[in-house]
């Protein structure tokens, strides 16, 4: 007969579970293991299950089709549940489902979910705008997202909401968790987090010998423990977090509980949770539900209390104890239990894990690296990054205006919308750019991957929505940093950022808490021969013609958080120089960098003039040619080729800028731009337009079925290592494994990536530097390439497809090279001048204020994180975010009373990282000692290497304004 497992439950369906629910061989090992599993049930064992519904802010829908087809009848029927059943539980994550909700409902259901919140039936876990993604998003725009979350819930629910949030839930990121989370999640007063595994087999084994599926997480390597340690929760398999076998949804038809089906599924559920016990040492959370689940609670709700019911009326058969719990119920019951959990210090489980991808799935089955997505869908990264910059821009500015007196009123309504948009295009499915987009196909798998009708209706054209939303809010970015321009210069005139023809007073604003030189790029008014650029002392500046004539480059000296202003005239003094074309090569050269180039027009070396580095580096461009990857993952089966060219070179020299210009054409459309501008910055470090070397390619097009990627080779001795940042913050080694394909070595770069010398005594470094992410890699010694673009026309079986992403597309990097200690110092400060270039308004008459310093520059470690008036406060509270974003370097000292010369404050006070009620967080078994939580602050600020510290600051009115 059938070999039956824990009472009634085929040994079968117990390995499928213990499987996560993939297809296993049913092995004589495997079989004994889960004999053992289901027949070893101790004392009773209390389960919780925690009811949720993982609702993606857009992925094969839009956000309003989601809404309208799901989310509304998710929240309106859990409500109408919780409010008949005070047993009832569930949590919720995404805040934007409830912003959109919330207006539509009378003041009873509003008031009845406010008492919900307050009797802990209804519980907000992570509570960010969107589950973010973690390795393609910024730790900045990370912290904003939930920032927005978290204060739609304090301005909705008041006081109720003080702490209302004290765990995070991050379920689904496919492709990976950043190291950097826990230490965010913890500084925003978390008291632990859930995650999904996301590793190979054979870590997952470790993890199970260990019991460390509960874990403390010391996230950083720089942050202290006392400080960023969290209790981890790690939810076993994707079947895992949907408890599969046991959804009532109206598309999956479970089977309804009675009589004859009670018992069966009674074993079931016990069998499960003695599995898990096997991973656990305390009492077993089992989450229930999956996407879009609940669009019927009631009948969701009415099963699963029947369910419950039987097995605590049969203790002595199932010797299990269930209920409804949210996790500040579980975790609570679980502090309780005095366990100690092994910690695990600078870990993080990111992009280059294989995914078995089940055949139920896929139609197939495969190993596969989510490596794709840190690349894919590149003009959507670079439109949320360029967004979210604006929008920083914008804040900044704005605070500083009404702060000082200069702005009457706050605009922050308008920001919102900014807010709104950044918060949604965060979202696990945006940023790795695995959406529906117009004309994807978004049905797959079967033995035929027959794969429907492609997308035609704008209910699934997710991609084209998130443009629109971020079009909107960079909009009304512009806007609000216009009239925060104007108020603080005192312009006469309205401002524009495009040059409208007539406009020859140009205003430059820094929104970087460090004075800086930076070379920018200005549009000529009409009829302007012979154009000089004048300061607003009316000296000429240092500029130079572009070549085709309607701009003109600017070298310009920048005030910390400020403007200056230049007037362009026509036949003035010291007009801007015309510069040279060479048809062919040149070296390029400046007072730091030199860059030796061959006869065929490719680098071949760099030196650092003042520390006396030199390497051989060469910049080449390569594709892969790929048939079956697909937006999620690369699936390379040979390693790339070389692009044949340039096919023509030229270089161009000026008095601000050099510029060597590579020309591909034939199948391939590329333009490859190296620039070095004539001065050091700051930093002692190569300056040019945006970076110390800048390497600028404009693609129009690729040949389909080719990914594009541009490789530096060099003599650096690497030893098959390379360093990419997490989350855009600190940087994980990355070991070169020859055993894996193309694919399995890729990772994410969110702002920086480097090679360097091992084991020299004066190690070189080049750093790479990117204003978006993408792929990177190391694949030899003294390599590393970053792939630009894909353009496919197959599918990886996971998501939307095709992957048809082409140009007109231009991407920004730069590259810095020298000794590895001033190398290392340099890179963030760098990144961040790359990532916030200067904004450029133009206006017809010259402002009273011609120049503004707005803070006292702060030291190049520091960094002005955020700086903005809280949404919907009155008087106006204002944020400030402090950050040492120098790994390994001083203590800082900041002082609060200078660092605004402008604004006096009359009152300061620290606050948790997302402006949350700090409170002390809970010490579990394992952690050390925590430190306190933040509270009223001194005027100086201590800055260690990596921490961030957020204050609420009110300004003195009497003040003498700007």
């Known amino acids: 007969g059938q070999l039956q497992g824990y009472p009634g439950v085929p040994i079968p369906a117990i390995v499928s579970e213990i499987a996560g629910g993939m297809s296993v061989r049913l092995t004589v090992p495997v079989l004994?293991?889960?004999?053992?599993?289901?027949?070893?049930?101790?004392?009773?064992?209390?389960?919780?299950?925690?009811?949720?519904?993982?609702?993606?802010?857009?992925?094969?829908?839009?956000?309003?089709?989601?809404?309208?087809?799901?989310?509304?009848?998710?929240?309106?029927?859990?409500?109408?549940?919780?409010?008949?059943?005070?047993?009832?539980?569930?949590?919720?994550?995404?805040?934007?489902?409830?912003?959109?909700?919330?207006?539509?409902?009378?003041?009873?259901?509003?008031?009845?979910?406010?008492?919900?919140?307050?009797?802990?039936?209804?519980?907000?876990?992570?509570?960010?705008?969107?589950?973010?993604?973690?390795?393609?998003?910024?730790?900045?725009?990370?912290?904003?997202?939930?920032?927005?979350?978290?204060?739609?819930?304090?301005?909705?629910?008041?006081?109720?909401?003080?702490?209302?949030?004290?765990?995070?839930?991050?379920?689904?990121?496919?492709?990976?968790?950043?190291?950097?989370?826990?230490?965010?999640?913890?500084?925003?007063?978390?008291?632990?987090?859930?995650?999904?595994?996301?590793?190979?087999?054979?870590?997952?084994?470790?993890?199970?010998?260990?019991?460390?599926?509960?874990?403390?997480?010391?996230?950083?390597?720089?942050?202290?423990?006392?400080?960023?340690?969290?209790?981890?929760?790690?939810?076993?398999?994707?079947?895992?977090?949907?408890?599969q076998g046991f959804d009532w949804s109206p598309t999956v038809h479970g089977i309804p509980m009675g009589p004859d089906t009670v018992a069966d599924a009674a074993a079931k559920v016990a069998a499960i949770a003695r599995n898990r016990t096997q991973i656990f040492q305390g009492p077993v959370m089992l989450p229930w539900g999956g996407d879009f689940r609940f669009v019927e609670a009631a009948w969701m709700f009415g099963n699963m209390t029947y369910l419950f019911d039987y097995i605590n009326a049969h203790p002595d058969t199932?010797?299990?104890?269930?209920?409804?719990?949210?996790?500040?119920?579980?975790?609570?019951?679980?502090?309780?239990?005095?366990?100690?959990?092994?910690?695990?210090?600078?870990?993080?489980?990111?992009?280059?894990?294989?995914?078995?991808?089940?055949?139920?799935?896929?139609?197939?089955?495969?190993?596969?690296?989510q490596t794709g997505a840190p690349t894919s869908r590149s003009a959507h990264k670079m439109h949320i990054r360029d967004v979210s910059q604006r929008h920083r821009a914008a804040e900044a500015a704005h605070a500083l205006a009404l702060a000082s007196g200069a702005l009457n009123a706050s605009m922050d309504a308008l920001l919102m919308t900014a807010w709104d948009a950044l918060g949604v295009t965060q979202h696990h499915d945006s940023v790795p750019g695995t959406m529906s987009a117009a004309g994807s196909f978004t049905k797959w798998g079967g033995a035929d991957l027959s794969p429907g009708p492609p997308c035609n209706d704008p209910s699934c054209m997710v991609l084209e929505d998130y443009g629109r939303m971020l079009d909107d809010g960079g909009d009304a970015s512009d806007r609000v940093l216009l009239a925060s321009l104007r108020a603080l210069a005192r312009a006469p005139a309205p401002l524009a950022l495009h040059q409208p023809g007539n406009m020859s007073v140009v205003l430059v604003y820094n929104s970087l808490a460090h004075a800086r030189i930076a070379v920018v790029e200005v549009a000529l008014p009409a009829n302007t021969p012979r154009p000089s650029v004048l300061d607003y002392t009316g000296q000429p500046q240092r500029a130079q013609m572009a070549v085709d004539g309607k701009s003109v480059f600017v070298e310009v000296n920048l005030p910390a958080l400020g403007h200056t202003t230049l007037t362009i005239v026509a036949d003035g003094p010291a007009p801007a120089a015309v510069p040279t074309v060479v048809p062919g090569p040149r070296d390029l050269q400046n007072d730091v960098i030199t860059l030796a180039v061959d006869a065929a027009g490719q680098p071949q070396s760099i030196t650092n003039r003042r520390d006396g580095s030199s390497a051989r580096a060469a910049l080449r461009l390569y594709e892969y040619f790929n048939s079956t990857g697909g937006a999620y993952c690369l699936i390379e089966t040979n390693y790339a080729r070389p692009v044949p060219g340039p096919d023509s070179v030229h270089t161009v020299i000026g008095p601000v800028l050099q510029e060597l210009v590579q020309i591909f054409a034939g199948d391939h459309s590329v333009t490859v731009r190296i620039r070095l501008a004539r001065t050091a910055d700051t930093l002692d470090v190569g300056a040019c337009v945006r970076g110390s070397r800048q390497v600028v390619h404009d693609i129009e097009h690729i040949p389909l079925g080719t990914e594009l990627v541009a490789r530096w080779e060099t003599d650096l001795d690497t030893n098959g290592t390379l360093h990419t940042d997490d989350s855009g913050l600190e940087m994980h080694e990355r070991v070169l494994d020859p055993t894996l394909p193309v694919s399995g070595n890729y990772h994410a770069m969110v702002q920086s990536a480097y090679i360097r010398d091992r084991g020299n005594f004066e190690p070189r470094q080049l750093s790479l530097l990117t204003s978006h992410t993408m792929g990177v890699a190391s694949l030899g010694p003294g390599q590393l390439e970053y792939m630009m673009l894909r353009f496919l026309n197959s599918t990886d079986d996971q998501g939307p497809w095709p992957l048809n992403d082409q140009g007109p597309i231009r991407i920004v990097t730069a590259v810095l090279f020298?000794?590895?200690?001033?190398?290392?110092?340099?890179?963030?400060?760098?990144?961040?001048?790359?990532?916030?270039?200067?904004?450029?308004?133009?206006?017809?008459?010259?402002?009273?204020?011609?120049?503004?310093?707005?803070?006292t520059p702060l030291a190049p470690e520091i960094y002005l994180m955020s700086w903005f008036v809280r949404t919907g406060s009155s008087p106006p509270e204002y944020i400030l975010r402090l950050q040492n974003v120098v790994e390994h370097s001083a203590v800082r000292i900041v002082d609060l009373t200078t660092l605004l010369p402008g604004v006096a404050f009359s009152s300061w006070s620290e606050t948790t990282l997302a402006l949350d009620a700090p409170a002390p967080r809970r010490r579990w078994g394992g952690m050390p000692t925590l430190a306190p939580p933040p509270g009223p602050a001194g005027s100086t600020v201590a800055l260690s290497p990596l921490d961030m510290r957020t204050f609420v600051l009110m300004a003195n009115p009497a003040y003498p304004q700007l």
Not at 204 to 233: C, M, V
Not at 820 to 836: G, H, I, K, S, V
Request: a negative charge; proline letters at 4%; hydrophobic letters at 45%.
């Open 32 to 243: 004994v293991s889960a004999l053992l599993v289901a027949l070893c049930a101790a004392d009773v064992l209390e389960v919780f299950i925690v009811p949720h519904s993982h609702c993606d802010v857009g992925w094969l829908q839009t956000v309003d089709s989601y809404y309208n087809n799901s989310v509304h009848a998710i929240l309106d029927t859990v409500v109408a549940v919780l409010r008949q059943d005070p047993a009832a539980r569930f949590i919720w994550s995404e805040i934007k489902w409830l912003q959109m909700w919330w207006p539509n409902q009378t003041a009873d259901t509003q008031n009845v979910v406010q008492q919900l919140v307050q009797r802990g039936q209804l519980e907000f876990v992570g509570a960010g705008w969107s589950q973010s993604d973690e390795v393609t998003t910024t730790w900045r725009d990370v912290v904003d997202q939930v920032t927005t979350g978290h204060e739609w819930l304090r301005r909705t629910f008041g006081a109720a909401c003080g702490r209302c949030v004290r765990y995070g839930w991050q379920i689904d990121m496919f492709a990976g968790y950043s190291g950097v989370t826990p230490s965010l999640w913890a500084l925003m007063g978390y008291d632990g987090m859930v995650i999904r595994w996301e590793g190979p087999d054979s870590l997952r084994s470790q993890y199970i010998a260990e019991k460390a599926f509960e874990f403390i997480w010391e996230g950083s390597d720089n942050l202290p423990a006392n400080r960023t340690a969290i209790l981890t929760h790690m939810i076993y398999s994707y079947a895992a977090y949907t408890l």
């Open 318 to 369: 199932y010797q299990l104890h269930i209920r409804y719990a949210t996790l500040a119920e579980y975790f609570d019951y679980l502090a309780a239990q005095n366990l100690t959990f092994p910690a695990k210090s600078f870990v993080d489980f990111e992009y280059g894990w294989p995914h078995v991808i089940a055949q139920s799935m896929t139609g197939n089955v495969t190993i596969q690296y």
């Open 818 to 855: 020298g000794l590895a200690d001033t190398t290392a110092a340099a890179r963030m400060p760098r990144a961040l001048q790359l990532e916030n270039p200067p904004s450029v308004a133009y206006t017809t008459r010259l402002p009273s204020r011609p120049m503004l310093q707005g803070c």
